[in-house]
């Protein structure tokens, strides 16, 4: 069975900061990851979506990065900003069905 | 193009009451979801549709129906409300199984 975990499940970091957020799958065999961005008491934004046979997806301060072996992504946030607080959420498509969600990381960035 | 949208934002229920939430979407998607989001849950998939006419049961189907009648819309109907569906429910759609685009989500209580 499919499980998705994202850890941290909540950062703060200071503002202008690089950092990572980590998204682990347990079973490699998956279509697509995508990334989606939640902004309190609203809907999911997508950020990025990376196929199967691709390794890495960028968009302007954003690079997600994919290791199917490994049963890893990673979103990568160049120089932070505050209006990036929100919570992440990876998104695992192993089939039409099979679509499981992580819990999200939690992401302040503090001014 | 507004993209997907639900009806309505917000709802108060009493045990034991029915009502039916609306999704539409004009992106003339074949794909269409309905998800809870629960602290501490995630998002889980509750029944899903692959086109006009056709639905399937997701994760957690129980206690919720669905119909597909026209392709833009995606209904998801409680017919006895009970406190556990307090929940956000969020509509996704997609042109394939492997990406999705989100509403902005429908808060329900359940009283």
């Known amino acids: 069975k499919q499980e998705v975990t994202q850890i941290p499940a909540a950062l703060s970091v200071p503002e202008g900061e690089n950092l990572v957020l980590n998204c682990s799958f347990t079973?490699?065999?998956?279509?697509?990851l995508q990334w989606f961005r939640q902004d309190p008491g609203k809907g999911l934004t997508s950020l990025l979506l990376?196929?199967?046979?691709?390794r890495e997806q960028t968009s302007g301060r954003l690079n997600a990065s994919l290791d199917k072996s490994s049963g890893r992504s990673t979103l990568y946030i160049a120089a932070s900003q505050p209006g990036d607080s929100a919570t992440y959420l990876c998104?695992?498509?192993?089939?039409?069905?099979?679509?499981?969600f992580g819990s999200g990381t939690r992401l302040s960035i503090r001014p | 193009n507004a993209g997907v949208t639900q009806t309505p934002k917000f709802r108060v229920l009493k045990t034991g009451q029915s009502m039916t939430l609306l999704c539409a979407q004009d992106m003339n998607h074949e794909y269409m979801y309905w998800y809870r989001q629960d602290p501490g849950m995630g998002l889980r998939l509750i029944h899903y549709?692959?086109?006009?006419?056709?639905?399937a049961k997701g994760e957690v189907p129980d206690g919720y129906n669905v119909s597909r009648l026209k392709k833009q819309n995606f209904l998801l109907g409680l017919e006895s409300a009970a406190p556990s569906q307090t929940s956000v429910y969020f509509c996704a759609s997609s042109p394939d199984p492997y990406e999705q685009y989100f509403g902005p989500g429908t808060r329900l209580t359940v009283t």
């Open positions: 079973d490699s065999a998956i279509y697509n």
């Open positions: 990376i196929q199967s046979s691709q």
């Open positions: 549709s692959v086109g006009e006419g056709t639905t």
């Open positions: 998104a695992v498509y192993s089939s039409a069905s099979k679509i499981i």
